[in-house]
């Protein structure tokens, strides 16, 4: 797998322009202090082919890593959708999404981070989330539920966005 060929594939994909800011790690990123939380997942660039098909990356294309590279944003170019996975985990998702669904627990994690709402709408502009601010308010509903499963209610969240393609 070539650097290329994934800045190609976010160009094709019509992404944010800040996705291939990120990926190319540039300084505009680094303004816009999203530069900490996804980079280009450079690590998939030295792996040796038999690690790459680990990741199964002939379909599933890499296009964003979180800071520590345990966290992947990519595309499945044979569904045709989005998905994350962990780095650790041996078992990718069947599920394919629209991007906007990537970013449901980020967006979580930045509200309990208390990053200021205004902050995270920004953030949530950049990256072309169509829905961010019915997002977050559903994220703050959540202060009042401190029993809910984070996971079912990521799903409830694609559910109601319709956010899910398989």
């Known amino acids: 797998m070539i ?9 094709e994909l019509n992404l944010p322009n800040i996705v291939l800011e990120l990926f190319n790690r540039t300084e505009k990123a680094k303004e816009l202090d999203l530069d900490i939380e996804f980079g280009c997942p450079s690590e998939f660039f030295i792996m040796e082919e038999k690690e790459l098909e680990f990741f199964q990356t002939a379909s599933i294309k890499p296009l964003l890593a979180d800071g520590s590279f345990y966290q992947i944003y990519a595309y499945d170019i044979e569904k045709k959708g989005f998905l994350t996975y962990n780095t650790e985990d041996e078992n990718i998702t069947e599920n394919r999404y629209k991007w906007e669904a ?20 920004k953030r949530g502009n950049l990256l072309g989330l169509d829905h961010i601010a019915e997002l977050l308010k559903c994220v703050e509903a959540l202060e009042e539920d401190t029993s809910i499963d984070i996971e079912k209610w990521e799903q409830e969240m694609i559910e109601k966005f319709d956010l899910q393609i398989i």
């Open 3 to 11: 650097k290329e060929e994934i800045q190609n594939l976010i160009q």
């Open 102 to 121: 990537l970013f449901i627990k980020d967006i979580l994690n930045w509200w309990e981070e208390e990053i200021p709402d205004e902050d995270i709408i």
